[in-house]
């Protein structure tokens, strides 16, 4: 290996020599310098590493080197790492690598498991048992889910899935540790980060920048008390660590606050959309400035005790508020403090305000002071409200993670553990959930055999009916009960009366719903009535439906449907159609061809 390290005595220099010097007598740093150059690659490395000793030194798995390679190839990993770490920057490339190679098998095998159904309970099991970083994982699977261009839909639908299955675990988990803290230790602004979290988990939200937005709204509170007060305790390098007990000096903090937030800011209750589910979410309040009164209290409430001002949640019917005390600190005397409305711009109220703000008279224990347990029940069901609102696919998964949510504080509740079970039901998902669910039910309150008994029989059909299912069922164009059929999966159609643009995956050569649902879409007043061709088509709009093919027409300006379930069923968008993935064409042989040879005659032709 010696006389490899350079040329030996009287040798003969090549031209790329030059003056003679040859990268092995470079210094080091320069050596590092090239080999950190971002046009070699992984295996470029291995193979100068393997030349001789320097090089082999130059590119030690400790070494800048390879921790520069490990950089370029996943810059977003580098979080995980301390300075001061002895990591070997080889081995944790080998190990990413690898992780990228399993999460590239599992997200290809879903389409292929679960394209007829709602991906299992147990089918994020290969997930669960990873023998990698889970961080390794999921960021191969942002990587997916970022490839450019309009390719890949399939794999990026069912990376999707996966990540946000993944995160809603690791989330939950972070919740459960919060609850079991000591109450002073669970921040309520930590508590409504971790429900924004749950119900976005695709979404870049941390407490981190979260808290650094806070911070700077009360910087700036900070700057309007220097103005006011140049000898305010707040503006101590420690403010918050201590209270201030002087009522004036709080009064002075609370105006300060009132004039950032609602002045300056622009901060305010959102009376026009009071029910957008944005409302609930503290990172979308910071941007929007807009929220509910449970949302901006959390927000309001938090500023105060940054600044040395302790207010306290009061979960007040129908319009959540933030209470001052007055008088002695712990006061069970309700007359004692001032109730603030953090949605009504920090406007502070008496008792007999408090309840003309709802219209009527109530109890003195609902002007008391909760938990922030209990802060996060109430924005919990604010949620779960939400999602009973509309029977939509966005509202069903805001009803099944505020569900979640809910059963993760309270696990033992009878009426909410019912919902779901009812809830997993109606979508036909998880059926050896539902009998889990039911079980425990059953044992917590044998009263309501009834109900139970009723999903448990219905339940255990459902999963004999799975059974027997053969496998999928092919529609071939060439049969003679199809000839009516005049267009094909993964066309552009616009509805003739509503006007809505769509993207068809399916067909049936008549209308196969039941009589109720053709009575109630007054399907018999079209000319042919249901004895037509009906196409099933994902909606611009989010929504699946069911059109009659008198209804549709090839849209003259043809673009991609934003659809979420888009990928479950087409693997890429060639700028006027889709293309079927492998597992629908196998249910559609036949029209994959007839799409191409359409697409080629309506839209190719006449631009010849």
């Given at each position: 290996?010696a006389?490899a390290e350079?040329p030996?005595?009287?040798a003969?220099?090549?031209?790329?020599?030059?003056?003679g010097?040859g990268?092995?007598d470079l210094?080091?740093e320069?050596l590092?310098l090239?080999l950190?150059?971002?046009?070699l690659?992984?295996?470029?490395i291995?193979r100068v590493?393997?030349t001789?000793?320097?090089?082999?030194?130059?590119?030690?798995?400790?070494?800048?080197?390879?921790?520069?390679?490990?950089?370029?190839r996943?810059p977003?990993l580098?979080k995980?790492?301390?300075?001061?770490?002895g990591?070997s920057?080889?081995?944790e490339?080998?190990?990413r690598h690898?992780?990228?190679?399993?999460a590239q098998r599992?997200?290809?095998?879903?389409?292929?498991?679960?394209?007829?159904?709602?991906?299992p309970c147990d089918?994020f099991s290969d997930i669960?048992?990873?023998?990698?970083?889970?961080?390794?994982?999921?960021d191969e699977l942002?990587?997916?889910?970022?490839?450019e261009g309009?390719?890949?839909?399939t794999?990026?639908?069912?990376a999707?899935?996966i990540?946000?299955?993944?995160?809603?675990q690791n989330i939950?988990?972070?919740?459960?540790?919060?609850?079991?803290?000591p109450?002073?230790r669970q921040?309520?602004l930590e508590?409504?980060?971790?429900?924004d979290?749950?119900?976005?988990?695709?979404?870049d939200i941390c407490l981190k920048?979260?808290?650094?937005?806070?911070?700077d709204?009360?910087d700036?509170?900070r700057?309007?008390l220097?103005t006011?007060?140049?000898r305010?305790p707040?503006?101590?390098?420690?403010?918050?660590?201590i209270l201030?007990p002087?009522v004036?000096?709080q009064r002075?903090?609370l105006?300060?606050?009132?004039c950032?937030?609602?002045e300056q800011?622009?901060?305010k209750?959102?009376?026009l959309?009071?029910y957008?589910?944005?409302?609930?979410?503290?990172?979308?309040?910071l941007?929007?400035?807009?929220?509910?009164p449970?949302?901006l209290?959390?927000l309001?409430?938090?500023?105060?005790?940054?600044?040395?001002?302790?207010?306290?949640?009061?979960?007040?019917p129908?319009?959540?508020l933030?209470?001052?005390?007055q008088?002695?600190e712990?006061s069970?005397?309700?007359?004692?403090y001032?109730y603030?409305?953090?949605?009504?711009k920090?406007?502070?109220?008496?008792?007999k305000e408090?309840?003309?703000?709802?219209?009527?008279?109530v109890?003195?224990e609902f002007?008391g002071?909760v938990?922030?347990?209990e802060?996060?029940?109430?924005m919990?069901?604010?949620?779960l409200n939400?999602g009973?609102r509309?029977s939509t696919?966005q509202s069903y998964?805001?009803?099944r993670?505020s569900?979640d949510?809910?059963l993760a504080?309270?696990?033992?509740?009878?009426q909410?553990?019912?919902?779901?079970?009812r809830l997993?039901?109606?979508?036909?998902?998880?059926p050896?959930?539902v009998l889990?669910?039911l079980?425990h039910i059953?044992a917590?309150?044998?009263?309501?055999?009834?109900a139970v008994?009723?999903?448990?029989?219905?339940t255990?059909?459902?999963?004999?009916r799975?059974k027997e299912?053969?496998g999928p069922?092919?529609?071939?164009?060439?049969?003679?009960?199809?000839k009516?059929?005049?267009f094909?999966?993964?066309?552009i159609?616009?509805?003739?009366?509503y006007?809505?643009?769509?993207?068809i995956?399916?067909?049936d050569?008549?209308?196969?719903?039941?009589?109720e649902?053709i009575?109630?879409?007054?399907?018999?007043?079209?000319?042919h009535g249901p004895?037509?061709?009906?196409?099933n088509?994902l909606?611009?709009d989010g929504s699946c439906?069911?059109?009659?093919?008198?209804?549709?027409?090839?849209s003259?300006?043809p673009?991609?449907?934003?659809?979420?379930?888009?990928?479950r069923?087409?693997?890429e968008?060639t700028?006027?159609?889709?293309?079927?993935?492998t597992?629908?064409e196998v249910r559609?042989?036949?029209?994959?061809e007839l799409?191409?040879a359409?697409?080629q005659?309506?839209?190719?032709?006449?631009?010849e």
């Amino acid at each position: 290996m010696a006389a490899a390290e350079g040329p030996g005595p009287g040798a003969p220099r090549g031209e790329a020599d030059g003056d003679g010097m040859g990268l092995t007598d470079l210094p080091g740093e320069l050596l590092e310098l090239i080999l950190c150059c971002d046009v070699l690659g992984a295996a470029d490395i291995g193979r100068v590493s393997c030349t001789c000793r320097r090089l082999r030194e130059a590119c030690q798995p400790r070494g800048k080197v390879w921790r520069e390679r490990f950089r370029l190839r996943w810059p977003s990993l580098l979080k995980y790492y301390s300075h001061t770490d002895g990591v070997s920057w080889l081995e944790e490339y080998k190990a990413r690598h690898n992780a990228g190679l399993e999460a590239q098998r599992i997200v290809a095998s879903f389409s292929k498991r679960f394209f007829s159904e709602h991906v299992p309970c147990d089918g994020f099991s290969d997930i669960e048992t990873l023998g990698c970083p889970s961080h390794f994982f999921e960021d191969e699977l942002m990587c997916i889910l970022n490839m450019e261009g309009r390719k890949g839909l399939t794999w990026k639908y069912y990376a999707k899935k996966i990540l946000y299955f993944l995160r809603q675990q690791n989330i939950l988990k972070n919740l459960k540790e919060y609850l079991q803290r000591p109450t002073d230790r669970q921040s309520f602004l930590e508590g409504a980060v971790l429900i924004d979290q749950y119900c976005n988990p695709l979404s870049d939200i941390c407490l981190k920048s979260v808290q650094a937005q806070v911070d700077d709204i009360t910087d700036k509170v900070r700057k309007v008390l220097r103005t006011r007060n140049p000898r305010h305790p707040s503006l101590a390098s420690k403010a918050g660590e201590i209270l201030i007990p002087e009522v004036e000096l709080q009064r002075q903090v609370l105006d300060a606050m009132n004039c950032v937030l609602y002045e300056q800011l622009k901060y305010k209750g959102n009376e026009l959309d009071y029910y957008n589910s944005l409302n609930s979410y503290i990172h979308q309040v910071l941007i929007r400035r807009t929220g509910i009164p449970i949302s901006l209290s959390v927000l309001y409430l938090t500023i105060a005790r940054q600044l040395g001002v302790k207010l306290e949640p009061v979960n007040f019917p129908s319009h959540f508020l933030l209470r001052w005390c007055q008088g002695k600190e712990g006061s069970t005397n309700i007359f004692d403090y001032t109730y603030i409305d953090a949605f009504g711009k920090g406007k502070q109220l008496t008792v007999k305000e408090c309840e003309y703000l709802i219209g009527h008279h109530v109890t003195e224990e609902f002007y008391g002071v909760v938990t922030s347990k209990e802060v996060l029940q109430r924005m919990v069901g604010n949620l779960l409200n939400l999602g009973k609102r509309e029977s939509t696919d966005q509202s069903y998964q805001l009803l099944r993670d505020s569900l979640d949510l809910y059963l993760a504080m309270y696990p033992d509740n009878v009426q909410h553990l019912m919902l779901q079970a009812r809830l997993y039901f109606h979508l036909g998902i998880w059926p050896e959930k539902v009998l889990d669910i039911l079980q425990h039910i059953q044992a917590l309150d044998p009263s309501q055999h009834g109900a139970v008994g009723y999903l448990v029989q219905h339940t255990l059909e459902h999963i004999e009916r799975r059974k027997e299912e053969v496998g999928p069922e092919v529609k071939h164009r060439s049969d003679e009960k199809h000839k009516e059929v005049c267009f094909s999966i993964g066309l552009i159609m616009k509805h003739r009366r509503y006007g809505y643009n769509c993207v068809i995956y399916g067909w049936d050569p008549a209308c196969m719903m039941g009589h109720e649902w053709i009575r109630n879409m007054n399907v018999h007043s079209l000319p042919h009535g249901p004895h037509q061709p009906f196409y099933n088509v994902l909606v611009e709009d989010g929504s699946c439906r069911y059109a009659a093919q008198e209804n549709l027409e090839y849209s003259s300006e043809p673009r991609e449907i934003p659809h979420p379930d888009i990928g479950r069923y087409f693997s890429e968008f060639t700028g006027v159609h889709y293309l079927a993935n492998t597992e629908l064409e196998v249910r559609y042989p036949e029209d994959v061809e007839l799409t191409s040879a359409t697409v080629q005659k309506i839209y190719n032709s006449g631009k010849e």
